[in-house]
């Protein structure tokens, strides 16, 4: 390991435990004269999306300490970079939440929630700078070519689900992942990371150079899965009468045949850094 790995994996365990120390500090500041202030902990007890970007964190944390001791850091680097797209794409749509409510009442967004954001990027950072002696090499094995091929059908798939019905809302009408993201802009973080999933890693394939999609390829993944995992939430939050009570959209093949997509490239991935991790 080179020296620069040496001290780029400390920032996976610091930036997991910044985001754990930012869940019990102050996220949000309601009200004007009367001042209620409410710590990211606080709100992951009623808000799913949030509690599961705790839950990343500790896996984060957990995770690389462990590999960290037992000084093979590069072995947790795809689940890290997962769990770290998992964990933004889940404060992502918080933030946009918070937004709307601040156009209802007094709110502003403290800093606990920033330093939540920055700490996954910490662990973003650290797992990208994270290498082995055997990656330094930049060479790819035939058995690693061939998984990677796992990796191509579930983006491409992912892709061409983006362009058929995701949501039906009754008499016929249907809208497509296209569609929602024209409006949505989780939808369109979703569709360049399935965009980022097939032409980073056909190009690099192109170029005989697919080392270099790995990293790119595993954050794409995280953020897509974590993106429409929160979007499945606060859709079935919706019709389920808790926020507005409309009850006749349904959910059609297309976001499924998405996730579906999203999950085989994520297979993929942890076969390739299994072997990678066994040797060549």
Avoid at 245 to 269: D, H, K, R, Y
Wanted: proline fraction near 2%; charged fraction near 10%; include cysteine.
């Amino acid at each position: 390991m080179n020296r620069l790995s040496r001290y780029t994996q400390f920032m996976i365990p610091l930036g997991g435990i910044i985001v754990i120390i930012s869940f019990f500090v102050p996220w949000l500041q309601i009200g004007g004269h009367s001042v209620e202030i409410t710590s990211g902990f606080g709100l992951a007890r009623n808000r799913l999306l949030l509690a599961i970007a705790f839950i990343s964190s500790l896996v984060i944390t957990c995770v690389s300490l462990y590999t960290l001791i037992r000084r093979t850091p590069w072995k947790a680097r795809a689940l890290i970079l997962v769990g770290t797209g998992i964990g933004l794409a889940m404060l992502l749509p918080e933030y946009l939440n918070f937004m709307k409510m601040a156009q209802k009442v007094h709110l502003a967004v403290n800093f606990g929630f920033w330093s939540a954001a920055i700490g996954f990027l910490i662990a973003t950072v650290g797992a990208f700078l994270t290498r082995t002696e055997s990656e330094e090499q930049l060479s790819v094995s035939v058995e690693e070519e061939q998984l990677w091929s796992i990796v191509h059908i579930g983006g491409f798939f992912a892709l061409i689900c983006f362009f058929i019905p995701w949501d039906g809302i009754g008499d016929g009408i249907d809208f497509s992942g296209i569609d929602l993201a024209k409006w949505n802009p989780l939808i369109t973080i979703a569709l360049i990371a399935s965009a980022v999933i097939v032409g980073v890693s056909f190009y690099m394939f192109a170029q005989g150079t697919l080392w270099k999609a790995r990293l790119p390829v595993f954050v794409s993944i995280g953020i897509g899965i974590g993106v429409l995992l929160s979007y499945s939430i606060n859709y079935f939050k919706l019709n389920s009468g808790q926020e507005i009570g409309v009850s006749a959209n349904t959910l059609e093949f297309g976001l499924w045949g998405t996730v579906l997509g999203f999950v085989v490239a994520a297979v993929g991935v942890f076969l390739i850094q299994t072997k990678i991790q066994t040797g060549r």
